[in-house]
């Protein structure tokens, strides 16, 4: 039964980041499954309350796809998702992955946006 059935819901959307350790299917995979958990831990989600996910990652990122790691992960195989490249600008985070998820939440509840590893310094505010 859905925690939320008797509240009225709202759309919202969620920003975060993290960093991979590297290139690899395995770093990407790491860092996408501790993002995609604290999404769904820091907001209380259901994963049936998760719509869409956009990724971006910086251009250094091309071992995998951020989405097709979260789409096997957490029971999230009906999220719509969306792989993108972050426009590069000099001096950025290496190594960064980047979401915006739009999620179904109670009305009155704040997002809580997760800023992990090494893009905790793009929102200190949002650690």
Same mark, same amino acid.
């Given at each position: &039964? ?6 009225? &819901?709202?759309? $919202? ?6 960093? $991979?350790?590297? #290139? ?24 049936? #309350? ?23 992960? #957490? ?11 972050? &426009? ?31 893009? $905790? ?7």
């Amino acid at each position: &039964m859905d925690k939320f059935q008797n509240t009225i &819901m709202n759309i $919202s959307v969620i920003r975060g980041a993290t960093t $991979s350790n590297g #290139n690899t299917k395995e770093d990407i995979s790491s860092a996408v499954h501790e993002l995609i958990n604290e999404l769904i831990v820091r907001n209380n989600l259901e994963s049936s #309350n998760i719509l869409s996910i956009t990724f971006t990652t910086t251009r250094d990122i091309n071992a995998c796809f951020p989405a097709s790691v979260a789409r096997k992960y #957490n029971g999230l195989d009906k999220v719509a998702f969306l792989d993108c490249q972050q &426009m590069y600008v000099p001096n950025d985070i290496e190594f960064c992955i980047r979401l915006m998820a739009q999620v179904n939440m109670p009305l009155r509840r704040e997002a809580d946006h997760p800023y992990l590893r090494g893009a $905790s310094k793009l929102r200190p505010d949002r650690c």
